[in-house]
């Protein structure tokens, strides 16, 4: 975090020095020059053809809580927004840089690494030792597999993984400063559940951080020759309440806020390139209130508002000049009269979570979602390429 900040320094120029404050502080992934190495080449070959190209941001982004990482914290995000994107981006002709926290879902595959199912539910034994997809998988598994592949063959798809929140922003940075080569063919759509918080490295325990004292007595009594101290933490229990046996800690952990790279995104690492940003709320009252703030904030050019409880079924469109829209898959209310349905925009409210049926929506809404701003990235091009200017 940046204290004492001298105050010569204008604030137009904030937003550069908590960035290089935050990347001298924090080292990049190990494989990030590979990773920048891939989408070098993914974004010249995507450029020199003309084509739109979307980088998407997907999954949750991990606060280690010690260097050499035991724990950490993490939030809620699969990443099936992001990867069910994906698929539709593709559809519309898009090439997509996939970058996405490690172990989340992935684009395709997504159909079969879910929770529920196993992959190997999908699958039998074959002739001849062979394994082949059950009978009544076959056909959606053929169509899932050609639409991967030819993605692959047709090199309109890189998957570059990251884990921690350091490693996310290391990432971002890299990749959409080699974006500029698109202009505004360049898509940014910025899908993962970012952290806010994080602990600085000046901050963080080398080692895992001890529940109890006892590592402290091991030191103490000369380099780790105390068996006693050893003895005192395996016969440790909440309820001894001798004064020889260690204590269980307390841990408080005390977090920084992560700089809000939003703004740096747009007035330099990627100035030309047309940013959708997500913004997820709980509470419906104020999910519109804040995405339009995030929009005059920032001043990029599309903010997608979700609720939690309702992410799979209606999103909100907060862009400059246009009124809010609501997009939502049709369905019918739960309890409501039979063949009582809500669709489209008519609604400009949130709805009601509990109006929903059970389970999860028919039609996926990032079928509807990626139309749309296909769309608008269109009319984006143009007035760019019109005037000059975004
Ligand atoms: O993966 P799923 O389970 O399908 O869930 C999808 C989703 C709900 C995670 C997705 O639709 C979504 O809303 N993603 C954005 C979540 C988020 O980070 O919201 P936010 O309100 O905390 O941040 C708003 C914007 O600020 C984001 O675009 C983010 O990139 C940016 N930000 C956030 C934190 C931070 N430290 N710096 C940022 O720049």
């Not at 970058?99 to 992935?106: A, E, G, K, P």
């Not at 330099?268 to 047309?274: F, H, I, L």
């Amino acid at each position: 975090m940046l204290d004492n900040i001298p105050s010569e320094i204008p604030p137009e120029n904030l937003a550069a020095l908590a960035e290089d404050h935050y990347f001298a502080a924090n080292p990049p992934p190990r494989d990030l020059d590979k990773h920048v190495a891939l989408a070098r080449d993914f974004i010249d070959y995507h450029s020199s053809a003309g084509r739109r190209l979307v980088l998407i941001t997907s999954g949750g982004t991990t606060v280690p809580l010690e260097k050499q990482t035991v724990r950490f914290i993490d939030n809620f995000s699969a990443g099936t927004r992001g990867a069910t994107s994906a698929e539709y981006f593709l559809e519309a002709g898009y090439a997509v840089l996939f970058l996405h926290r490690q172990f989340s879902l992935l684009p395709f595959s997504r159909h079969y690494s879910h929770a529920t199912d196993c992959f190997l539910d999908f699958l039998r034994e074959g002739p001849n030792g062979s394994v082949v997809a059950r009978d009544e998988d076959t056909a959606k598994m053929l169509h899932v597999l050609r639409k991967y592949r030819d993605a692959r063959d047709r090199n309109m798809l890189l998957l570059l993984p990251f884990v921690s929140i350091s490693d996310y922003l290391h990432e971002l940075r890299s990749v959409a400063q080699l974006m500029r080569p698109l202009g505004p063919r360049g898509l940014l759509y910025l899908a993962a559940a970012v952290s806010d918080f994080f602990v600085p490295p000046e901050r963080m325990s080398e080692h895992k951080i001890q529940s109890t004292s006892a590592a402290d007595v091991f030191k103490r009594n000369n380099n780790g020759g105390s068996q006693a101290a050893t003895e005192e933490e395996e016969t440790f229990d909440n309820f001894d309440s001798s004064p020889s046996v260690p204590r269980s800690k307390r841990l408080v952990i005390d977090l920084d806020p992560v700089p809000k790279f939003l703004k740096n995104l747009v007035e330099g690492w990627s100035p030309q390139g047309m940013i959708v940003s997500f913004k997820l709320e709980t509470d419906p009252a104020i999910l519109v209130h804040k995405a339009r703030y995030s929009l005059d904030r920032y001043q990029h050019h599309l903010v997608i508002g979700n609720l939690l409880s309702t992410r799979k079924w209606e999103v909100v469109f907060v862009s400059p000049g246009n009124p809010d829209h609501w997009i939502r898959v049709p369905f019918r209310k739960h309890g409501g009269e039979s063949g009582t349905s809500v669709a489209g925009t008519e609604q400009d409210e949130p709805i009601d979570p509990k109006s929903l049926p059970e389970g999860e929506p028919e039609v996926e809404i990032e079928s509807l979602i990626i139309p749309a701003v296909q769309e608008l990235h269109s009319k984006y091009i143009r007035t760019v390429e019109d005037k000059g200017q975004p």
